[in-house]
């Protein structure tokens, strides 16, 4: 069962062609009520992926959320993977600004 919604997939394949042209956007968009994530390319053959969560707890990594999340995540790097972009191995807890912790990685294109 895939649980990332079709909008999300839709914003990871439309970065992934931009980036084979050479002028990637940047994207954000909603995964669920709780969950949002954004990605801004750095120019240097990386991008800053960010997720934002509202959750009781902020844990050290995103994953550590859960395993709905964990699936999630997974769906959305191997999405990125199949464009050619290697995610990080942790989505790693950064700050909390107006409820939402934000967990932060960089995407690297080699």
């Known amino acids: 069962m895939n649980h990332v919604p079709d ?3 839709d914003a990871v394949d439309d970065f992934g062609e931009e980036l084979l042209t050479g002028a990637p956007s940047p994207f954000a968009v ?3 009520s ?3 994530l954004h990605v801004r390319p ?5 991008a800053r992926c960010r997720y934002e969560t509202v ?3 902020s844990p050290p990594t995103l994953r550590d959320r859960g395993s709905f999340v964990t699936t999630i995540v997974d769906g959305i ?3 990125f993977r199949e464009w050619g972009l290697e ?6 807890y950064v ?3 107006d409820d939402w912790h934000r967990y932060d990685g960089t995407l690297r294109h080699p």
Do not use: F, I, K, S
């Open 7 to 9: 909008a999300a997939l």
């Open 30 to 32: 909603r995964l669920r």
């Open 34 to 36: 709780d969950l949002r």
């Open 42 to 46: 750095c120019g240097d053959g990386t």
């Open 55 to 57: 959750h009781t707890q």
């Open 77 to 79: 790097d191997d999405r």
């Open 87 to 92: 995610p990080p191995d942790a989505y790693t």
């Open 95 to 97: 700050e909390t600004v």
